[in-house]
């Protein structure tokens, strides 16, 4: 499975708009792209999945550029409730169970 | 319907003893996966059961650690005389049997070993 980077922390305010990158350069033509968010001392919680260009519900939307290389979570204006670490995962179809997750991204949303 | 069920929470065990975490996955849920996440890092994957089958166990450590998810009741990872290494945060997920489908995970258990 493509291995995914991106950033340690990022740092907002609340109600602005929080657009999180994922690198994943190896991702293979049968690979989905997932983002969870995890609170503290709680398990990982499913916000979105695409497969390419743009795909958004209730909570985000993401964005996949064609060559699908990167992915882009986008977290329209924040609250502090949105402080969480947010991890982008590369999953196969045929073992979407086994997900790779990283080190994810810490995003502090300020008053 | 309730959520992915993990119990205990917290689970304190002294070098050498054994630990046994539970896991009852969400109502018509029939895949179950366990995940272990060391403070500060990200999770990383055990095993995958389904009921009364193992279907991988690739992430499993060698020794002491085992699965299982019978026919009845919840599924259990034990950990046989545990060491200070295995201190960590065990998660448990569930799926529907289809195909790339959504994993819920439950709250976790937090093992510490003294």
């Known amino acids: 499975l493509a291995k995914t980077t991106q950033p340690i922390s990022m740092d907002s305010y609340e109600g602005q708009e929080v657009n999180i990158t994922c690198s994943h350069n190896?991702?293979?033509?049968?690979?989905?792209i997932t983002w969870y968010q995890q609170f503290p001392s709680q398990g990982p919680r499913f916000i979105i999945q695409?497969?390419?260009t743009k795909v958004t519900n209730e909570v985000a939307s993401l964005f996949i550029p064609a060559d699908r290389k990167s992915s882009t979570l986008s977290l329209p204006r924040v609250s502090l409730s949105d402080t969480a670490v947010y991890y982008c995962?590369?999953?196969?179809?045929?073992?979407?169970?086994?997900?790779?997750f990283g080190s994810g991204t810490r995003l502090l949303v300020r008053p | 319907n309730a959520g992915v069920m993990q119990n205990p929470r917290h689970l304190v065990r002294r070098r050498g003893q054994e630990a046994r975490l539970r896991c009852s996955p969400m109502?018509?849920?029939?895949?179950v996966y366990w995940y272990r996440q060391l403070p500060e890092e990200g999770l990383k994957f055990m095993v995958y059961?389904?009921?009364?089958?193992?279907?991988?166990e690739s992430g499993m450590p060698k020794e002491r650690f085992s699965a299982e998810f019978p026919k009845e009741g919840p599924s259990i990872l034990r950990i046989q005389q545990v060491v200070r290494g295995d201190s960590a945060a065990y998660f448990c997920?569930?799926?529907?049997?289809?195909?790339?489908?959504?994993?819920?995970f439950g709250q976790g258990t937090r093992l510490t070993v003294v």
């Open positions: 109502k018509g849920h029939s895949h």
């Open positions: 995962l590369v999953s196969r179809e045929d073992s979407s169970y086994k997900l790779i």
């Open positions: 190896n991702i293979a033509t049968n690979d989905y």
């Open positions: 059961l389904q009921k009364e089958n193992i279907i991988d």
């Open positions: 695409g497969y390419k």
């Open positions: 997920a569930s799926s529907p049997p289809t195909g790339n489908a959504e994993a819920f």
